[in-house]
């Protein structure tokens, strides 16, 4: 009895804490909005989180962060348990339809001694919003502020921030080298750290396909059987394609599968003949040239094709988009291309889906709901502007992952470009080749894998990279500079060694 009167009356812990500063902190991308209080919030064994529990999705983001929390600290804190008498200090996620927190992924950090609140409207605002909480959680605790607790101080203040691009998207090349599912978990995991919703699927090409196609099977027994330079290639099975999605969809990122037609398509014409439009006998390729393929656009059959590989494709995402190709269909004649291009829409918009193709589809009569990734024809990405189109930036020149970042790049082609990462980072997607930005979706950093076979050498590609690209596409230009980017992102070490990531330690950054 004397013991339940105490808990009662229980003091509140006052703690002393150095004097913060929250807007000194490491974020990437960069806050629109961050205001410090300079006091500090005790995340120890006495912190619990609650969330918003009638709305769906609130649940699994508070338990997200608490498995973060634990993998970070060690610190095992209870999600949504109630009646936990020891409880110091609360972080509160919150559904909120009463703030306005500026669109669909919004949200609101307010962080005081004894709480934490998040406000967002959507449970994909609060996925990131505890992205930037986990950025701000210090990598080591505080073992004097109390006498015997461990204490990870986090800094007071108010964070207000939303995206400045609705599309933060980066591809994956899984057909020139096949990468497991394993591989793109991990690609997942850090493409949501920095805040990152897209990620794009390039499942065919000329050296392979790699997604199973139930109805026309030889696609991947045939033309998922090899790769670039001859190794044994590989393919996923519409349940690991499943898998993939249900992981992108944890993490608030939408999966764009991309058959790309009517070029790049020698795997799926080895496995099928009779798509075939070049008029020489095929077999399966490893090397790495491009623009040599096409189906054959005048027959029937290859549209029949199509439309069994897009009925099940859209079957089995949930995600608004199909991305058909369309790029670098040098032996199509232009006419063909055209009647190609204009026909498979119509059965990508049968599927309830809508279209993206990288820019030549511009040249086609298409609809100004289909999309245009503008990756190296300025022209093309006019002309999808002139059709009230939006447009995906991803101009080779410098948003391309697979180039090199200089001339002693161990991985990595140049044809475009050598892109160091101060290249990477400092250019204006906003307003880059005069493409106005309301016809900007958003941004998309392209990884081809050419060069690349491995998780490893895809790191090396991606990462820094791709970390910059989180900050040009979420953050507006007034917000960014190249050199408090470069500190931010020197003090990202911690972070990506902890998740094994094997970057590419550029001499332009003072690693931490
Ligand atoms: C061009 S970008 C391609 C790809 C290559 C890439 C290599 C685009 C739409 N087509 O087929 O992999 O360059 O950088």
């Not at 005048?298 to 089995?316: G, H, M, P, Q, S």
């Not at 990405?381 to 161990?410: E, H």
Request: with cysteine.
């Amino acid at each position: 009895i004397i013991f339940m009167a105490c808990s009662k009356q229980k003091k509140e812990r006052v703690i002393n804490f150095p004097k913060t500063d929250l807007s000194l902190e490491n974020f990437i991308p960069k806050p629109l909005q961050v205001i410090p209080s300079n006091n500090g919030f005790a995340l120890d064994k006495y912190t619990a989180i609650y969330t918003s529990k009638n709305v769906e999705g609130f649940d699994e983001v508070g338990k997200f962060l608490a498995k973060k929390i634990k993998a970070k600290t060690n610190l095992d804190v209870q999600v949504n348990v109630n009646d936990l008498p020891s409880i110091e200090t609360v972080i509160y996620i919150n559904q909120s339809d009463s703030i306005n927190v500026g669109g669909k992924e919004g949200y609101q950090l307010h962080i005081t001694q004894d709480s934490i609140i998040l406000n967002s409207n959507t449970a994909a605002g609060s996925f990131r919003g505890i992205q930037t909480l986990r950025q701000i959680i210090p990598e080591t605790s505080n073992d004097t502020l109390v006498a015997g607790t461990k204490i990870w101080t986090i800094p007071t203040g108010k964070i207000i921030d939303n995206p400045q691009f609705e599309y933060r998207g980066s591809m994956l090349d899984v057909a020139r080298h096949f990468f497991s599912v394993e591989d793109v978990k991990k690609y997942i995991d850090i493409l949501a750290y920095y805040k990152y919703n897209v990620l794009h699927l390039h499942l065919s090409d000329d050296q392979g396909w790699r997604l199973e196609i139930k109805s026309w099977p030889k696609l991947t027994e045939i033309g998922g059987s090899t790769e670039v330079g001859g190794e044994s290639g590989g393919f996923y099975t519409q349940e690991d394609y499943t898998e993939i999605i249900d992981y992108a969809a944890k993490h608030h990122i939408t999966v764009i599968p991309e058959i790309d037609m009517p070029g790049h398509t020698n795997a799926a014409s080895v496995s099928y003949p009779i798509l075939n439009g070049n008029g020489r006998k095929l077999e399966l390729y490893q090397g790495t040239e491009v623009g040599f393929s096409t189906f054959n656009t005048r027959k029937d059959t290859v549209y029949t094709f199509i439309d069994d590989v897009i009925r099940e494709i859209a079957a089995l995402t949930p995600g608004p988009y199909i991305h058909i190709g369309g790029d670098e269909s040098h032996v199509t004649k232009k006419p063909d291309y055209i009647y190609f291009v204009n026909k498979v829409e119509k059965i990508v918009q049968k599927y309830n889906k809508r279209m993206i193709g990288w820019d030549e589809v511009a040249t086609a009569d298409i609809d100004s709901t289909s999309i245009a990734q503008f990756w190296a024809s300025k022209k093309n990405a006019q002309a999808a502007v002139d059709k009230g189109m939006k447009i995906i930036m991803s101009p080779a020149k410098k948003a391309y992952l697979d180039m090199k970042y200089d001339t002693l790049s161990k991985h990595g082609l140049h044809w475009a470009a050598y892109i160091p990462v101060d290249t990477a980072y400092i250019w204006t997607p906003e307003s880059y080749e005069g493409i106005p930005i309301k016809n900007i979706l958003g941004l998309e950093a392209p990884l081809w894998s050419e060069t690349i076979s491995n998780i490893e050498e895809l790191e090396y590609l991606a990462f820094p990279r791709a970390i910059g690209y989180s900050e040009l596409s979420w953050t507006t230009q007034e917000n960014r500079d190249w050199e408090n980017y470069k500190v931010r992102l020197a003090n990202q070490t911690p972070f990506l060694d902890r998740m094994n990531v094997k970057y590419y330690p550029s001499k332009l950054i003072d690693w931490k």
